[in-house]
């Protein structure tokens, strides 16, 4: 039985038939069964610049411990926490913490202020507590009995 796939070649305007054998004898071939929708993705293609700076972000929020200090700091009662408060309520030592911190702050994502030799951190991109929130409301939702005792906390 044969299977066949539309080539299109890359300025979209061509297409023709060939058969799955065909496609394999060819590695350089693009292959697609719905040339306007491929199109459509040519049109709408999300930057490399764009996509690289997007994947940081989450790599970033990828960290554990990065989102539990992130997430400490969205529901401190002053909006800010020093390194030793921080350390002290997550069980961590301030060298780590002091780390996460510093790749927090060369994100843009905390910022941080000296009272004598303590440091305060706050978090300054906004965009951080709506992404944590939809994260949140998505674990809940694939997990209908987690709960988070302060999740009712963090609110736009």
Known sequence: MYRYTV???ADMRASTLVSNDELKNSA????CVHPEHAQHVRQHLLESEHAS???ALFAILG???RLQVVYALLTAPTGELCVGDLAAGLGRDD???SHQLRVLRNMRIVAMRKVG???YYRLIDKHIRQL???GMTHINERFPGHTS???AEVRL
């Open 117 to 119: 030799r303590v440091v």
């Open 28 to 31: 350089n071939r693009e292959c």
């Open 95 to 97: 060298t780590t913490i």
């Open 53 to 55: 700076a997007i994947a």
């Open 7 to 9: 080539k299109v070649n």
């Open 149 to 151: 005792p302060v999740e």
């Open 132 to 134: 944590l929130e939809i």
């Open 63 to 65: 960290d554990p411990t």
